[in-house]
């Protein structure tokens, strides 16, 4: 099994930068594929963006492509959100969650057994 524990949310203006973090413990995270998810006030959650347990690939939403970097480093336990060019729209709690490796899909939450707590991201217009 993996904790996952997400930081680093907050406020910022429309147009700037936020980077998130999320921090496991437990199993070697090299285990797990990894994802990051956001739900909105009154919305579903919904997939943000995804990396491969090794770096190797990542997957993201269409609407943040080209804006948001997942990495992830194995040797410390963490994946990193990397947000710029930061949207109204993409205020929202966001979640980092974990899932077994060559596992089910990517994009559904249901796949992922593993979730942080969530953090909150505010952009402000």
């Known amino acids: 099994q993996v904790q996952l524990v997400e930081s680093g949310g907050g406020l910022v203006q429309a147009g700037g930068s936020l980077q998130l973090s999320c921090a496991a413990s437990g199993d070697p995270t090299n285990m797990y594929d990894m994802g990051w998810f956001r739900q909105a006030p009154g919305k579903e959650r919904e997939f943000v963006g995804y990396i491969m347990w090794n770096g190797g690939s990542t997957t993201y939403q269409d609407s943040v492509k080209g804006r948001f970097t997942i990495s992830r480093d194995n040797a410390k336990r963490t994946m990193a959100l990397q947000m710029n060019s930061l949207k109204h729209e993409d205020t929202a709690v966001y979640y980092c969650?974990?899932?077994?490796?060559?596992?089910?899909?990517?994009?559904?939450?249901?796949?992922?057994?593993?979730w942080g707590q969530g953090t909150q991201v505010t952009v402000s217009s």
């Open positions: 969650a974990a899932k077994h490796r060559y596992t089910g899909s990517l994009y559904r939450e249901t796949t992922y057994p593993y």
